[in-house]
């Protein structure tokens, strides 16, 4: 299984950014996907996260509400959107995959990762 985010980049406090994860080498509807960020010198922390088959979401209370994610299962993609960013939200941002349909906030749990994607944001 290989999973390969983009849509990182420099933007200003208060922007808006759209990650994407693409997928690849299992079925992808039946796995949770979720998405984690670390920035520098922390801990990996969860981000948001989606189930398999029913798609229920759950988010970390520090991006409830500014940030949404979301899958196409026809194009093997899960999206992260972004809104009101804040300097705190700047991270490499990591996309993970379960073998199982059930989201998870312990990132121990997943399976499969991809490459980190940056994301700054200025103040």
């Known amino acids: 299984v290989q999973l390969q985010a983009s849509g990182g980049g420099l933007v200003q406090a208060g922007g808006s950014l759209r990650l994407s994860c693409a997928t690849s080498?299992?079925?992808?509807?039946?796995?949770?996907m979720g998405w984690f960020r670390q920035a520098p010198g922390k801990e990996r922390e969860f981000v948001a996260s989606?189930?398999?088959?029913?798609?229920?979401?759950y988010y970390a209370d520090s991006v409830k509400g500014r940030f949404t994610i979301s899958r196409d299962n026809a194009k093997n993609t899960v999206f992260l959107q972004m809104n009101s960013l804040k300097p705190e939200d700047t991270a490499a941002y990591y996309c993970?995959?379960?073998?199982?349909?059930?989201?998870?906030?312990?990132?121990?749990?997943?399976?499969?990762w991809g490459q980190g994607t940056l994301v700054t944001v200025s103040s």
């Open positions: 080498g299992r079925t992808f509807s039946n796995s949770a």
């Open positions: 993970a995959a379960r073998r199982t349909i059930t989201g998870s906030i312990n990132p121990r749990v997943y399976d499969y």
């Open positions: 989606i189930a398999g088959i029913s798609h229920s979401t």
